[in-house]
């Protein structure tokens, strides 16, 4: 199994470790943060994105399409009740192609990335306090 640990560090600040990688999670001063970095629905988005746009490339790489500059945007809402994410939509650019007849497996290969496969399927988050 693989593993990411998340070490608080005062105020609204955490800090997500995984191998020799950090990132800095926080909120924005208007929800009592110090905005020292993403929001964690604005990571989990990024996630989303930077997913796709490796699938997306990785995809282009091997068909010859250029993927220089490849843009992927993201616009998410917040369901009704606030609870939870209820809807993004995600717009890929690839400025320097016009993948024409290979459009439909450009978006192909973003359907198919490992995050949003999973946010698709039967994913089980188990919760429990370590003593």
């Given at each position: 199994?693989?593993?990411v ?9 955490f ?6 990688h ?17 929001a ?7 996630a ?48 320097k ?15 198919s990335?490992?995050i ?5 399927g ?10």
């Open positions: 199994m693989n593993s640990s998340v070490v608080y560090k005062g105020g609204i600040r800090e997500a470790s995984s191998g020799k950090q990132v800095i999670v926080d909120l924005p001063a208007e929800k009592g943060g110090a905005d020292a970095g993403m964690p629905p604005d990571l989990f988005i990024s989303l994105g930077t997913c796709i746009g490796v699938y997306v490339v990785r995809y282009c790489q091997n068909a010859k399409i250029d993927a220089e500059g490849c843009i992927i945007s993201l616009d998410w809402r917040l369901s009704d009740d606030k609870r939870s994410i209820a809807a993004v939509e995600a717009k890929i650019h690839l400025p192609a016009e993948p024409g007849p290979r459009a439909r497996a450009v978006l192909e290969a973003a359907r990335c490992l949003h496969n999973t946010l698709h039967d994913l089980n988050v188990d919760i429990s306090l370590d003593h």
